[in-house]
């Protein structure tokens, strides 16, 4: 049963655009979720984080924002650079984070120059 | 940089043989999670641990897989007799005492079973 739910395997954009990546959950226990990055061979990078009392949160070029009712968060990159060409894992947590996170399958972002 | 050292980075078993990897965590961090993501796939809770304590397995197999963090020394997480299916890239991560969700990892070790 996957929790957390990430549709798009993978995701191009052209440098200088925008990159939206989409991520659904099912379980309406979760009320804190993060954003990390993986470059092959390395581990996840923790990137941003949101609670469930906020729709949205920024941190510089990274956008998260959270719609409760529709169980969806996204996480916009602005503007996109070759750099954040990545895989990004979507994940939830219950007990604001103080229990496992669960993760979802990740999509790959190119980002072309 | 003292973030979260795992080793072995790559290990070869054959079927029947034992695993062991091993997480040191950050300095400072008493809260170890070790993580499993098989091809294709998202990363898979396993275990959660702090210091010479199970909190939570819940995601661990209740077969050949165990796991330890003693008061000294790296975390350990041990499967016996791997097959096939075992072959995968296990993360360790950790977080500091007050455990914000926010979780350090390390680069995994990937395990091969031929």
């Known amino acids: 049963d996957q929790q957390v739910k990430q549709n798009s395997p993978s995701l191009s954009v052209q440098e200088g655009r925008i990159s939206i990546l989409n991520c659904d959950y099912t379980?309406?226990?979760?009320?804190?979720f993060l954003w990390y990055k993986k470059y092959p061979a390395e581990g996840p990078t923790f990137l941003i984080s949101i609670s469930s009392i906020k729709d949205k949160n920024e941190d510089g070029r990274f956008t998260v924002f959270l719609n409760k009712s529709a169980k969806h968060l996204s996480l916009h990159i602005v503007p996109s650079q070759p750099g954040d060409s990545a895989v990004y894992f979507c994940?939830?947590?219950?007990?604001?984070?103080?229990?496992?996170?669960?993760f979802g399958k990740g999509t790959r972002l190119s980002v072309i120059a | 940089n003292a973030g979260v050292m795992q080793n072995p980075r790559h290990l070869v078993r054959r079927r029947g043989q034992e695993a062991r990897l091993r997480c040191s965590p950050v300095?400072?961090?008493?809260?170890v999670y070790w993580y499993r993501q098989l091809p294709e796939e998202g990363l898979k809770f396993m275990v959660y641990l702090q210091k010479e304590n199970i909190i939570d397995e819940s995601g661990m197999p209740k077969e050949r897989f165990s796991a330890e963090f003693p008061k000294e020394g790296p975390s350990i997480l041990r499967i016996q007799q791997v097959v096939r299916g075992d072959s995968a890239a296990y993360f360790c991560?950790?977080?500091?005492?007050?455990?914000?969700?926010?979780?350090?990892f390390g680069e995994g070790s990937r395990l091969t079973v031929l």
């Open positions: 379980n309406s226990m979760f009320d804190y």
């Open positions: 300095k400072g961090h008493s809260h």
């Open positions: 994940a939830a947590s219950r007990n604001s984070g103080n229990t496992p996170l669960v």
């Open positions: 991560a950790s977080s500091p005492d007050k455990n914000t969700g926010e979780l350090f």
